[in-house]
């Protein structure tokens, strides 16, 4: 079974920029999650889908920051304009109703 | 509100054991994950624990006493791969999938 899948792993931008990331779920899992996790600390959740509906995006810097999962299947953040305190590692996760989490190895972002 | 606590760093000898302690205040409980989290990787699911008890697997134990609101990780036999962050996480409801985070606590293993 293939995992989740993200691109890019890496990403360098200037503040003021924009940048976008991709998330790919595991087949059939109808859950989907971005976190951002900043250095020393655990994942903190952005924005969270079950198929293509918002269920919680309560911590998502609504000013800047932007989700969308078309389909219901892939899904996009994007950070519009990118600020210093973005930088962190942008997770990706997915899940079936009521099972672990399956995480993406992560975009790791640098904002200078 | 909801609060999650751990040790930030622990240091343990490879072929011992050693306890990984979490404790939480959250508004609702239905269950307590843990992960595990090597540097510059993505966390990977260890334990979910919905009811009292010890829950064990291979040489990793999880723990859970839902009325003291704690939980702890055993890892016997440590090897040097143990070396990574390990994450306490709460499920608060039951009716959206949500898990909170703790900050994780970052366990060196000395040889």
């Known amino acids: 079974e293939a995992g989740v899948a993200q691109s890019p792993r890496y990403k360098i931008i200037e503040k003021r920029q924009s940048v976008a990331f991709w998330c790919n779920p595991i087949?059939?899992?109808?859950?989907l999650y971005w976190y951002q996790q900043i250095l020393g600390q655990g994942p903190k959740l952005l924005i969270q889908?079950?198929?293509?509906?918002?269920?919680?995006d309560s911590q998502l810097p609504k000013d800047r920051f932007s989700a969308e999962r078309l389909k219901g299947v892939d899904s996009t953040l994007k950070i519009q304009p990118a600020k210093l305190e973005d930088s962190a590692v942008y997770l990706c996760?997915?899940?079936?109703?009521?099972?672990?989490?399956?995480f993406g190895p992560g975009t790791r972002l640098t904002v200078l | 509100g909801q609060n999650i606590d751990q040790p930030t760093e622990m240091t343990a000898t490879e072929g011992a054991i050693v306890q990984i302690n979490c404790t939480y205040q959250?508004?609702?409980?239905?269950?307590l994950f843990w992960y595990q989290q090597h540097a510059g990787e993505a966390p990977t699911f260890l334990s979910y624990?919905?009811?009292?008890g010890l829950e064990e697997k291979g040489r990793f134990s999880s723990f859970l006493s839902r009325s003291k609101g704690y939980s702890y990780l055993l890892l016997k036999e440590l090897q040097m791969k143990d070396s990574a962050s390990y994450l306490c996480?709460?499920?608060?409801?039951?009716?959206?999938?949500?898990?909170?985070f703790g900050k994780g606590t970052r366990l060196h293993i000395l040889p």
């Open positions: 996760a997915s899940s079936l109703r009521g099972h672990e989490q399956f």
């Open positions: 087949s059939g899992h109808a859950t």
């Open positions: 889908f079950q198929n293509n509906g918002v269920v919680d």
């Open positions: 959250t508004s609702g409980f239905n269950g």
């Open positions: 624990n919905v009811l009292d």
């Open positions: 996480a709460v499920r608060p409801w039951d009716r959206d999938d949500k898990i909170i």
